[in-house]
């Protein structure tokens, strides 16, 4: 079963055609990580399969009502700003929300998930922190709590790692692939290629104002495509814990 599915899906910005006839499904325990060069139309990829831009063609979650999309995926986007001084654990208990009853309190078990999100991002200790006073980093984390916290079938992250510490990237992207246990699955935009080879169980590569490849991580990240969309030379190697993308040098025009 797909927890979502896109077909012939086409976006336009600005008269300017970005993504044309894209086809992309996402099944239950992938952690999917969406790569391509600034500008290349992954935000604008993940924003119409939301439904959140106009696009033409088709998405399973474009058509959903509010309630039942956010049952069926949590979203969270690039812009991580924090309007209001709302304390952590309140901003990470949001992720509760289409779960009960407009108004209603949170549960136990609400506070159990809440808790159990913040150990997972490091912020135990935070709970009563406004959410202004955090660090950009610390910011970002609180704001992947929100997202696990909703408990769907399905994570979407725009560049859920940029900004973060090694070890925080690092166990980031394991909190993802643990998701994968229980059929869960992540898609993800991601910028470092070497990370994004290690933990993601597949790649979609985006450019030329489509899906320039899908697959492996060693499908996508041969030579020519590194060549042809990232204008980079780069070699791709099995480590003994995996692969290892090494980037070499840019590529003159
Ligand atoms: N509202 C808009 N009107 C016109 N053009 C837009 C608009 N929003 C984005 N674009 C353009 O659409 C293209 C795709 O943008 P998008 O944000 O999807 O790229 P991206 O792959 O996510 O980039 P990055 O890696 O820099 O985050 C870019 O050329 C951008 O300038």
Redesign the pocket.
């Given at each position: 079963m797909s927890l979502l599915e896109m077909r012939d899906l086409s976006v336009s910005?600005?008269?300017?055609p970005?993504?044309r006839h894209a086809d992309l499904a996402i099944g239950a325990g992938e952690v999917v990580g969406l790569i391509?060069?600034?500008?290349?139309?992954?935000?604008?990829?993940?924003?119409a399969a939301l439904g959140l831009?106009p696009a033409s063609g088709e998405s399973t979650l474009a058509t959903l009502d509010e309630t039942a999309r956010a049952r069926a995926v949590a979203w969270m986007p690039?812009d991580r700003h924090i309007a209001w001084p709302v304390a952590v654990e309140a901003l990470v208990a949001l992720g509760r929300l289409p779960h009960r009853p407009w108004r209603a309190s949170l549960t136990t078990e609400d506070h159990r998930i809440v808790a159990d999100a913040l150990r997972q991002v490091g912020l135990a200790g935070f709970e009563a922190r406004a959410a202004t006073k955090l660090s950009a980093g610390e910011r970002t984390r609180a704001l992947i709590a929100r997202a696990l916290a909703q408990q769907t079938p399905l994570v979407m992250a725009?560049?859920p790692i940029a900004g973060l510490d090694p070890a925080h990237q690092m166990s980031t992207m394991q909190t993802f692939c643990d998701l994968t246990a229980q059929g869960r699955s992540v898609f993800l935009?991601i910028?470092d290629l070497g990370l994004a080879a290690r933990y993601c169980t597949r790649l979609v590569l985006?450019g030329e104002q489509g899906i320039a490849a899908d697959g492996s991580p060693g499908q996508v990240l041969t030579p020519q495509h590194l060549a042809r969309i990232f204008g980079i030379e780069a070699h791709l190697s099995n480590g003994k814990e995996g692969p290892v993308f090494q980037p070499l040098r840019v590529l003159g025009p």
């Open positions: 910005l600005g008269g300017r970005v993504i391509g060069p600034n500008g290349a139309g992954k935000t604008t990829l993940m924003r831009i690039q725009d560049e935009s910028h985006v």
